[in-house]
C-alpha cells in the first residue's frame, strides 16, 4: 500500500509526463491530427489575473467566503482535471466534503487554518500537500487573521458536475 506521499507524487508526476508530451508534441510541430485522426494537442496558458473568480457558489453548498478561480479546467482547456487557485480572507472555510468521481490534492501557498478530515479538524500550514482521494471527506477552514492561498488540483474531473461534489451530511444549511 503506497503513502499518501507516494500516491500524491506518482499522480504528479503522470500529469507531469502528459503535459510534457502534450508540450513536446506542440513544439515539435507535429501534424495537425494524430494516426487516429484526432486534433494534435495544443498547449492551454493563461494568467492569474485574468482569470475571474467562480460565481454561484453557495454557503449552503459548504463555500463559505472564498474567492475560487478555475484556472484550468473542462471548460477552458478541454482538460479532463481542474486546477484551481483560491484565497480564504479570515474565517473563510471549505466545509468539510468529497467529491466521488476525482481525487483532490492542495498545497497551502499562504497561510495556515485547519484541514476537516474524516475524524475532524488537524492544524494546516504554509507549505503542507494535502491528498484526498475520491470519497475522502475534507475540507478547509482559515483559523488565523490573515488570508491564506491555496493551489488545488482535481485529477479526472474536469467540472464540479464532474467531480461528483457532496457536502457532508453533518452540514447545517440555511433555514
Not at 457558489?57 to 475560487?68: A, F, K, Y
Not at 482547456?77 to 484551481?84: C, K, M, N, S, T
Amino acid at each position: 500500500m503506497k503513502t499518501p506521499a507516494e500516491r500524491i507524487g506518482a499522480a504528479l508526476a503522470k500529469a507531469v509526463k502528459h503535459t510534457t508530451a502534450q508540450m513536446t508534441s506542440a513544439i515539435e510541430g507535429k501534424k495537425e491530427s494524430d494516426a487516429q485522426g484526432e486534433p494534435a494537442a495544443a498547449m492551454y496558458r493563461t494568467n492569474l489575473r485574468d482569470v475571474p473568480t467562480v460565481q454561484g457558489l453557495s454557503r449552503d453548498d459548504g463555500w463559505v467566503d472564498m474567492q475560487v478561480q478555475f484556472l484550468i479546467d473542462k471548460k477552458t482547456a478541454g482538460a479532463d482535471h481542474v486546477v484551481g487557485w483560491t484565497v480564504l480572507k479570515p474565517g473563510a472555510r471549505h466545509e468539510n466534503h468529497r467529491h466521488r468521481h476525482c481525487d483532490e490534492f492542495f498545497i497551502v501557498i499562504k497561510g495556515r487554518g485547519a484541514v476537516y478530515t474524516a475524524t475532524g479538524e488537524s492544524p494546516s500550514r504554509e507549505g503542507d500537500v494535502v491528498y484526498s482521494p475520491r470519497g475522502c471527506w475534507h475540507g478547509f477552514n482559515n483559523t488565523s487573521d490573515e488570508d491564506v492561498v491555496l493551489v488545488w488540483g482535481w485529477m479526472g474531473a474536469g467540472s464540479i458536475e464532474a467531480s461528483g461534489y457532496e457536502i457532508h451530511p453533518d452540514h447545517k444549511r440555511s433555514p
